[in-house]
């Protein structure tokens, strides 16, 4: 009789699993799972506590839907990918393994892990399989006429609806249970030798049948109002799915389908669609990652921007971090972060515009603050949210447009209701003043206990201009010198 692995990574959830479903469709095969916590490997990658603990409580969740079909999920610790790697090897021995199965991960180190995997387990008569299980279409298969991959997202986003049109990809069910099933009397999960930080179980239960839950709700009415609901921070109109996606309790396919159930007509109906939409933004990152590795190495994708001349100055990086800024839109979105490791789209605009385009600070010292916070960071998604913030990346912002943090407030925070939410001290400003409050204490000749902006966006905003034109023009001279 034949024993199967599934090596969940990136992938914990037992519904439309591809590489869980290829593992049991061979109904005699004893079917095992395993997951490997690489802690030290986690903190190289920053990976933020919060999130930590989301991953280990959906561990345990998965780990239990698991037992009641038959199969056990055994867990390691180790500390890194290259250990990961021999405690794999030494598992598929210990339990005569004869086939593994597991879901790709796209960032470089995680497919130099699987690629040694793959080796050292084919040294033991061990077949691997691996599957394009978190995007809807795998990265490769959406190019240009050239064969090229797509650099601007709107012909990206085409070519992409074209293709689900032609097919959609499908979603697979849960295993059926397998003999011996349930299984009883499990240990309890060690926790991760990982700082774990508590989570916001109301902001985001933990479990694949809460995170179905929430899909559902979402596609069935909130769905319709989200082109208008998306850009206002102060109300809950955006899905909130982006940390089941993350750590895989959700697939992007239940997405896709989950909408098409609710609004058949999605991929026609612009309304709808917009939130399909931004699905593609993340396919596109993804896409984007294999295509061009180097985005994983943190290398900006607009070659000339590496030139610009960053600032280094700590109090404003510290304030930034704090929400400590004088800017209300900006520190209610950091101290929201800080408090919860979530931020809406548009406060992550924002933040990342006002710390790389106000302070002039690198983007990537932000990319990694984000990432040691937020409870969804993804590389893929974070760096190219990062690199579209500041201009260096492939279909971002040009570096001349600078959200100026004010009149962002104001737009997208009229009557201040986020802003209150997060800044105590600014409750008895009107609203007439909440995005400038030391206008309203200086005309009531108060002290607020809250500072001044620590920067002026007028002038701060000719220096970033400056420091970008002098990038772009050493480059050009460096073409012709
Ligand atoms: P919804 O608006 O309901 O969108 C549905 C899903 O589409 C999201 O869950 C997400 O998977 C995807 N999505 C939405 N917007 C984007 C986008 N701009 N780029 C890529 N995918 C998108 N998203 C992450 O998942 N992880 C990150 O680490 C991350 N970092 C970001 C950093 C910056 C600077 C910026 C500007 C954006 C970042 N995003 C990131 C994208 C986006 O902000 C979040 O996906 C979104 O806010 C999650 O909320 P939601 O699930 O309610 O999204």
């Not at 004088?326 to 406060?347: C, E, Q």
């Not at 190219?384 to 959200?403: E, K, L, M």
């Amino acid at each position: 009789m034949a024993t199967h692995l599934v090596w969940l990574r990136s992938d914990l959830r037992i519904h439309d699993n591809y590489a869980l479903h290829a593992a049991c469709r061979d109904k005699d095969a004893t079917v095992l799972a395993l997951f490997i916590a690489t802690p030290k490997q986690w903190a190289a990658h920053d990976m933020a506590p919060r999130q930590a603990r989301f991953i280990f409580c959906s561990v345990q969740d998965v780990r239990q839907s698991l037992a009641e079909k038959g199969i056990a999920l055994h867990t390691i610790e180790c500390e890194d990918y290259t250990a990961s790697v021999a405690r794999l090897t030494e598992f598929c021995q210990q339990h005569s393994v004869d086939r593994l199965f597991y879901n790709y991960q796209y960032e470089v180190n995680e497919r130099k892990r699987d690629a040694a995997a793959e080796r050292a387990l084919f040294d033991i008569d061990v077949i691997s399989q691996g599957f394009d299980d978190s995007v809807l279409l795998p990265p490769g298969s959406v190019l240009t006429g050239n064969r090229e991959m797509y650099k601007v997202f709107t012909p990206f986003s085409r070519a992409f609806v074209k293709r689900l049109h032609e097919g959609l990809p499908e979603c697979v069910p849960a295993p059926a249970a397998r003999h011996g099933a349930p299984l009883n009397d499990m240990p309890a999960l060690r926790p991760f030798d990982y700082p774990l930080q508590d989570i916001d179980e109301e902001m985001f239960p933990v479990g694949e049948g809460k995170a179905l839950q929430r899909l559902r709700a979402f596609c069935q009415a909130p769905v319709i109002d989200y082109p208008q609901a998306r850009n206002a921070p102060s109300v809950n109109g955006t899905s909130r799915v982006s940390a089941y996606l993350t750590v895989g309790v959700l697939s992007p396919r239940q997405c896709l389908h989950r909408l098409l159930r609710e609004h058949p007509h999605a991929l026609v109906d612009s309304k709808i669609f917009s939130w399909l939409n931004e699905l593609i933004w993340r396919e596109f990152y993804r896409h984007l990652l294999v295509a061009f590795p180097d985005l994983c190495r943190h290398k900006p994708f607009i070659d000339w921007t590496r030139k610009v001349q960053w600032q280094q100055n700590d109090a404003h990086l510290k304030a930034w971090q704090a929400g400590k800024t004088g800017y209300p839109i900006v520190d209610a979105a950091m101290r929201h972060l800080n408090a919860r490791g979530w931020m809406h789209n548009r406060l992550r605009m924002i933040t990342a515009s006002f710390l790389i385009k106000d302070l002039l600070i690198d983007w990537r010292i932000g990319e990694r603050y984000f990432m040691t916070q937020l409870i969804d960071g993804d590389l893929a998604s974070n760096n190219g949210g990062w690199q579209w913030a500041a201009s260096t990346g492939t279909d971002s912002a040009p570096y001349f447009r600078i959200f100026n943090p004010t009149t962002q407030g104001e737009r997208f925070d009229k009557d201040g209701h986020f802003i209150r939410q997060w800044l105590p001290e600014l409750q008895d400003v009107p609203d007439k003043y909440i995005h400038q409050p030391g206008e309203w204490a200086e005309k009531k000749g108060i002290t607020l206990d809250y500072p001044a902006p620590i920067v002026d966006h007028k002038a701060a905003r000719r220096q970033t201009l400056d420091a970008f034109e002098a990038a772009r023009q050493s480059q050009t001279r460096n073409i012709y010198a």
